[in-house]
């Protein structure tokens, strides 16, 4: 992963906000600085070097210094906002950062752009401030990006040994001594990952195995709550309603083969 930590602004060269991309394509030449891109509106695709590239809504690209590319617009209406600048680092690749709440970067986009036709002596300066501004929020969010990642990985044995035993006994000191994490830690990741606890994740494949069952009219609800992990019917009975807002017998009754 390309650090963006590394860079070292030299120069704030220009900024445009919310232009409309008037051409459907075009071509980016060997330009010797650096370049933020971020759509309000549309999706354009880069190509270079036999790969290709997408830039919309919630995806911004840096583009090298030298790195020529050609692009398209997706959609007609493609309003974008752009800020290049020159740094000390050559890369050879494009980095594309996923980003679902732009509308900061933008809004130091908007004020770099109103900088650069100001007569303000120091602009340079506060440009350059503002640039390091946005690849610092750039920066964070890719190494969180990373970091997801890398967690992703390190939770796959659990989610795998979940799915082979979730009719058994698990516990978060099991699932943790899996990954390898210290209990509190493997919660905290697994809640970022999944979006919800270890044994809430759980409770959910159970329900979901369990579901499975109950479209067969011929399975007894008793036998697939004890086949699915629960103790007794009760049990499941109450875990089922509080995840489907139905009960077993009126699950089945909707959703049973034949019905």
Not at 194 to 208: A, D, F
Request: charged letters at 20%; glycine letters at 4%; a positive charge.
């Amino acid at each position: 992963m390309f650090n963006l930590a590394n860079l070292v602004v030299h120069k704030f060269c220009n900024a445009c906000y919310n232009c409309p991309c008037i051409s459907k394509s075009g071509h980016r030449a060997d330009a010797s600085i650096w370049s933020i891109h971020v759509k309000q509106k549309g999706t354009t695709v880069y190509t270079y070097k036999n790969k290709q590239v997408s830039c919309n809504k919630s995806t911004i690209l840096i583009l090298p210094a030298h790195l020529p590319c050609a692009w398209q617009n997706i959609e007609t209406a493609s309003d974008y906002s752009r800020v290049s600048f020159q740094c000390n680092i050559s890369h050879n690749e494009a980095i594309a950062i996923k980003c679902e709440h732009t509308q900061g970067i933008l809004d130091k986009i908007k004020k770099l752009a109103n900088l650069k036709a100001s007569s303000d002596p120091y602009k340079q300066m506060r440009a350059i401030k503002e640039i390091y501004e946005i690849l610092l929020e750039l920066a964070s969010i890719q190494q969180m990006e990373y970091h997801t990642s890398t967690n992703k990985e390190r939770l796959k044995p659990v989610l795998e040994y979940i799915e082979a035993n979730y009719a058994s006994p698990i516990t978060n000191d099991t699932l943790a001594g899996i990954s390898g994490l210290s209990v509190s830690y493997f919660r905290k990741c697994f809640v970022a990952v999944c979006g919800t606890s270890p044994m809430q994740y759980v409770q959910k494949i159970r329900i979901e195995k369990a579901k499975e069952f109950l479209i067969v009219p011929e399975e007894k609800i008793s036998n697939i709550a004890t086949s699915v992990g629960y103790r007794d019917v009760y049990e499941f009975s109450r875990a089922f309603k509080r995840q489907e807002n139905l009960s077993p017998t009126q699950y089945r009754k909707l959703f049973s083969i034949g019905n």
